[in-house]
């Protein structure tokens, strides 16, 4: 069983940068791959990026540049720094996890086994 705790959230202005943190339980933490999603105000959780157990990374397309996935696999954790934040970005984020496995799609929330409880970003104009 993997246990996941984000932490970081708040409330910020446009333009600023937050950077969030998601720490795992488990000694194979290092063998899962991990994402970041978020669900904005009456939208549906949307995938924002990921980074696989080998370190490759995925971004969304409107994160690409100003969000940057990483993982410390000796401190169980995964970060997501967030820079040129905006209203858009507002939204509930969540940490995911992915058991070793075949086909695993980075965006698809279906693949992950493991979520978070979510940390709040605000970012107001």
């Known amino acids: 069983q993997v246990q996941l705790v984000e932490s970081g959230g708040g409330l910020v202005q446009a333009g600023d940068s937050l950077r969030l943190s998601c720490a795992a339980s488990?000694?194979?933490?290092?063998?899962?791959?991990m994402g970041w999603f978020r669900q904005a105000p009456g939208k549906e959780r949307a995938f924002v990026a990921a980074i696989s157990s080998g370190l490759s990374t995925y971004y969304e397309a409107s994160v690409k540049g100003r969000f940057t996935i990483s993982r410390d696999i000796a401190k169980n954790t995964v970060s997501l720094q967030m820079n040129s934040l905006q209203p858009d970005d507002t939204a509930v984020y969540y940490c995911?996890?992915?058991?070793?496995?075949?086909?695993?799609?980075?965006?698809?929330?279906?693949?992950?086994?493991?979520w978070g409880q979510g940390t709040r970003v605000t970012v107001s104009s």
């Open positions: 995911a996890a992915d058991r070793p496995s075949t086909g695993w799609v980075p965006s698809f929330s279906s693949y992950y086994d493991y």
């Open positions: 488990g000694r194979t933490f290092g063998t899962f791959h």
